[in-house]
T-cell receptor
Framework: RKEVEQDPGPFNVPEGATVAFNCTYS??????FFWYRQDCRKEPKLLMS???SGNEDGRFTAQLNRASQYISLLIRDSKLSDSATYLC??????????FGAGTRLFVKA | DTEVTQTPKHLVMGMTNKKSLKCEQH?????MYWYKQKAKKPPELMFV???????INESVPSRFSPECPNSSLLNLHLHALQPEDSALYLC??????????????FGPGTRLLVL
């Protein structure tokens, strides 16, 4: 079993749609959780950190369920510019970092 | 300023060459990371330096040799690489506390081709 698993994708959605990504992690000692976005041939960029209380940034909402070892990302009112690969990232032991395989999102007009 | 810079942007090298990748940040971060990313795959952690000391080596072959000369600089020395080492090499930095929620900032990467 992979340490961090994500929906395989790709997700093809029309503009304005709501799309949800899921991620599970296997190490219960995991301490920090993030969603990064990566555009083609670019570096990963932080989208948002994920907390147990949930957090929202505009159209993006992230949630962490420690009991189920599950992280989610919800994107509302999708824009063409949201097309990218979304990477679930987990850290533990201070600096050890594991990336999920990523989920590709295509938003179409 | 949340900028991490990497040089060169592209590098082509033969299997007998020695080359170095460079990474720099001026955010006062005390943790720096090297990742390798193959096409259509996620980044994989290679090394972590914390306060200029090697903290994590993810069983990386010795043909990759990291160096952290000071808190702002991180190098990756390459020697006798194989074609399968061709990849995007990403540098990242973070504050260095190791606390919950510590965010990593990535440089644009060096795209390496080994012939």
């Amino acid at each position: 079993r992979k340490e961090v698993e994500q929906d395989p994708g790709p997700f093809n959605v029309p503009e304005g749609a709501t799309v949800a990504f899921n991620c599970t992690y296997s190490n219960s000692a995991s301490q920090s959780f993030f969603w990064y976005r990566q555009d083609c041939r670019k570096e990963p960029k932080l989208l948002m950190s994920v907390y147990s209380s949930g957090n929202e940034d505009g159209r993006f909402t992230a949630q962490l369920n420690r009991a189920s070892q599950y992280i989610s990302l919800l994107i509302r009112d999708s824009k063409l510019s949201d097309s990218a690969t979304y990477l679930c990232v987990v850290t533990f032991g201070g600096f050890k970092t594991i990336f999920g395989a990523g989920t590709r999102l295509f938003v179409k007009a | 300023d949340t900028e991490v810079t990497q040089t060169p942007k592209h590098l082509v090298m033969g299997m007998t060459n020695k080359k170095s990748l460079k990474c720099e940040q001026h955010m006062g971060h005390r943790a720096m990371y090297w990742y390798k990313q193959k096409a259509k795959k996620p980044p994989e952690l290679m090394f972590v330096y914390s306060y200029e000391k090697l903290s994590i080596n993810e069983s990386v072959p010795s043909r990759f040799s990291p160096e952290c000369p000071n808190s702002s600089l991180l190098n990756l020395h390459l020697h006798a690489l194989q074609p399968e080492d061709s990849a995007l090499y990403l540098c990242a930095s973070s504050q260095g506390t190791g606390r919950v929620g510590e965010t990593q900032y990535f440089g644009p990467g060096t795209r390496l081709l080994v012939l």
